[in-house]
T-cell receptor, first 114, second 117 residues
Framework: EAGVAQSPRYKIIEKRQSVAFWCNPISGHATLYWYQQILGQGPKLLIQFQNNGVVDDSQLPKDRFSAERLKGVDSTLKIQPAKLEDSAVYLC????????????FGSGTRLTVV | AQTVTQSQPEMSVQEAETVTLSCTYDTSESDYYLFWYKQPPSRQMILVIRQEAYKQQNATENRFSVNFQKAAKSFSLKISDSQLGDAAMYFCAYRSPPNSGNTPLVFGKGTRLSVIA
């Protein structure tokens, strides 16, 4: 089966600019996650979707970050305006409804804010 | 909230030797899942091994095995016959039981493993 697709692979922007990341999960996977991985740290959950609904966005900085999964398939994560501390890898992951076999991750987008 | 601690930021091992990566976690739940993921420079998280807390038997996958000590809340990964391709970041992760749907993975900070030829 095809993996989790993410784009772009790299992005460099200036602070206060906006940026968007795209994720297409494995076909049929109901649950989609966005993680932020700052250099030298483990991934931290930003938001979890179940189909097209938000399950958990408690750690999403909502003043600048937004995410949507309108049709319950692919998802977009946006940052506006970006700050220097947003420099990180943004990972998307998906899993089937009960997810007992683990999670499938994309290769992530490396964001550099200068 | 659950937390995962990896106390070894970096480890190294000679090729063909054995290395053990440590992980401890904190939870009040009795049923859960534990995972080890490998992250090479390509950045994609690759599942190495998983363990269900209700199973007493330690999981094994070829050269990879775990030592799961539920009472001590410890979940270490042993890599036998280390290969150059094993060099990567390794993350320990915890997941609550999916009683009401999927739950996210909680990750430790990772251990960078170097393999010396």
């Amino acid at each position: 089966e095809a993996g989790v697709a993410q784009s772009p692979r790299y992005k460099i922007i200036e602070k206060r600019q906006s940026v968007a990341f795209w994720c297409n999960p494995i076909s049929g996977h109901a649950t989609l996650y966005w993680y932020q991985q700052i250099l030298g740290q483990g991934p931290k959950l930003l938001i979890q979707f179940q189909n097209n609904g938000v399950v958990d966005d408690s750690q999403l900085p909502k003043d600048r970050f937004s995410a949507e999964r309108l049709k319950g398939v692919d998802s977009t994560l946006k940052i506006q305006p970006a700050k220097l501390e947003d420099s990180a890898v943004y990972l998307c992951a998906s899993t089937s409804l009960w997810g007992t076999n683990g999670y499938t991750f994309g290769s992530g987008t490396r964001l550099t804010v200068v | 909230a659950q937390t995962v601690t990896q106390s070894q930021p970096e480890m190294s091992v000679q090729e063909a030797e054995t290395v053990t990566l440590s992980c401890t976690y904190d939870t009040s739940e009795s049923d859960y899942y534990l995972f080890w993921y490998k992250q090479p420079p390509s950045r994609q998280m690759i599942l190495v091994i998983r363990q269900e807390a209700y199973k007493q038997q330690n999981a094994t996958e070829n050269r990879f095995s775990v030592n799961f000590q539920k009472a001590a809340k410890s979940f270490s990964l042993k890599i036998s016959d280390s290969q150059l391709g094993d060099a990567a970041m390794y993350f320990c992760a915890y997941r609550s039981p999916p009683n009401s749907g999927n739950t996210p993975l909680v990750f430790g900070k990772g251990t960078r493993l170097s393999v010396i030829a």
